[in-house]
T-cell receptor
């Protein structure tokens, strides 16, 4: 049962335009959502996060939107740059009990920025 | 400050052989994790640890064992490797006290092939 889903395996965007990556989740107990970026042959690196009590968080060119009623979040990158070409993973934090905080990852979306 | 390091970077095993993957972190983090990444599957949690001397099963623990004898090290063992364990393995760590982002810091990965 995939609790965090990224339904688009790939996305191509022209340089300078907006990139929108989407993520859906099924577990209403998730309390925090994170986006990670991964280049080939490297580990994922943290990009931006949002608490479930907020609906928007912005950091420079990156903005994450959360729609709790739809159980949907999206990452907006504006403007897109060639260095943004990478695989993006959505992750959700679930707390069952203290010491059992875990992240559940989506399957990733490969973003390609076309110069 | 090296962050999270993994040894080795690459390994080829024959079916039935055993090996240990080493993860080390220098950030004094309490929590450590082992994930595997397979095409179309995202990152799946194998085992994790919330402190020295403690381990717990994640999403896909079968065929793996772990140990956390020292706070900075988290070992992943394969006692009898199978082709289904061909994957890229990532180690990660996080602070038990950082509630601002719940970020996990990842190592560069180990690419394991079992023939």
């Amino acid at each position: 049962d995939q609790q965090v889903k990224q339904n688009s395996p790939s996305l191509s965007v022209q340089e300078g335009r907006i990139s929108i990556l989407n993520c859906d989740y099924t577990n209403s107990m998730f309390d925090y959502f994170l986006w990670y970026k991964k280049y080939p042959a490297e580990g994922p690196t943290f990009l931006i996060s949002i608490s479930s009590i907020k609906d928007k968080n912005e950091d420079g060119r990156f903005t994450v939107f959360l729609n709790k009623s739809a159980k949907h979040l999206s990452l907006h990158i504006v403007p897109s740059q060639p260095g943004d070409s990478a695989v993006y993973f959505c992750a959700a934090r679930g707390v069952l009990r203290v010491g059992n905080e875990k992240l559940t990852f989506g399957t990733g979306t490969r973003l390609t920025i076309i110069p | 400050n090296a962050g999270v390091t993994q040894t080795p970077k690459f390994r080829v095993l024959k079916t039935g052989q055993s090996m240990t993957l080493l993860c080390a972190q220098d950030m004094n983090h309490e929590y450590m994790y082992w994930y595997r990444q397979d095409p179309g599957m995202g990152l799946r949690l194998i085992h994790y640890s919330v402190g020295e001397g403690t381990t717990a099963k994640g999403e896909v623990p079968d065929g793996y064992n772990v140990s956390r004898l020292k706070k900075q090290n988290f070992l992943l063992g394969l006692e009898s490797a199978a082709p289904s364990q061909t994957s890229v393995y990532f180690c990660a760590s996080s602070s038990a006290w950082d509630s601002s982002t719940y970020e996990q810091y990842f190592g560069p990965g180990t690419r394991l092939t079992v023939t």
